[in-house]
């Protein structure tokens, strides 16, 4: 474990030379407000979806997209019209 200095949150310790996390530099979230804030925006849409899940609308949706892909699938197989 490193000795950070003195006045410096464990977040930005982290996150200070960029060493540690190469790609994911855009998806940090310094604080530990914006951190709860975004934990529960995704718990909330997680709980959003889950209620519609059993909607004839997103059955519907999910058929749609399912027949879609496998129109995709046999037309990009054979070329002959």
Known sequence: MQRRPAGVSPTRALHQDGSREKGTKILTIPTR????IF???V?????????FLHSKF???LI???ISWIKLLMSNSG???N
């Open 78 to 80: 054979d070329n002959h």
């Open 58 to 60: 997103l059955r519907a």
């Open 33 to 36: 407000i914006g951190k709860e």
């Open 63 to 65: 058929n749609w997209k």
């Open 39 to 41: 934990i529960n925006t």
């Open 43 to 51: 718990i909330n849409i997680y709980n959003y979806f889950m209620k």
